[in-house]
């Protein structure tokens, strides 16, 4: 297997190069899961700009085959436990925001209302909800999805991820 070139750092400043699959000219948009077992980067792979999931504490690439003819990827996020990798896919000549499911391995389309274009997303990290920037009409803004009716809730280790209110 050949090196990816991503490098883990600590804050002791020790590095360590993750190890496995492609080999890949250029890297950005990181995306850490919640929990810190995935991360999510959109690499350069034979001219393709394309997400690659890894496996953070054994460097090992999980495959999206269900991703593969929707190229190219950009603004990768992740759930708490890595279940929803949400990001913005090209089909044909349209971006769209679309969330693959890695338990069911299936793939959900945010359908945007009007001319509304997908800039950057942001997955929150119980999965019930999405941060979109868009362009429309020229402008810039940002929009919350809710996505309770679309995706299961993801949870840490049986509970979920509610914030008590502040005092």
Not at 62 to 86: D, E, F, I, K, V
Request: glycine letters at 8%; one cysteine or more.
């Amino acid at each position: 297997m050949a090196l990816i070139g991503i490098s883990l750092a600590s804050c002791t400043g020790r590095v360590e190069q993750a190890t496995g699959g492609s080999i890949a000219t250029s890297q950005h948009d990181p995306a850490l899961s919640g929990n810190g077992q995935w991360l999510a980067v959109i690499s350069d792979l034979q001219g393709r700009q394309t997400v690659q999931l890894r496996n953070v504490p054994n460097g090992s690439i999980q495959a999206l085959p269900q991703l593969r003819r929707y190229q190219p990827h950009s603004s990768p996020s992740l759930s708490w436990n890595g279940r929803y990798l949400a990001l913005i896919i090209q089909d044909g000549r349209r971006r769209i925001v679309t969330i693959a499911d890695r338990l069911k391995r299936n793939l959900h389309t945010v359908q945007l209302p009007g001319e509304r274009n997908p800039v950057n997303v942001s997955l929150a990290p119980d999965a019930q909800s999405l941060a979109l920037q868009v362009t429309d009409q020229g402008f810039w803004r940002v929009e919350i999805f809710d996505l309770s009716d679309l995706l299961e809730l993801d949870q840490v280790a049986g509970q979920t991820l509610s914030t008590p209110p502040f005092k």
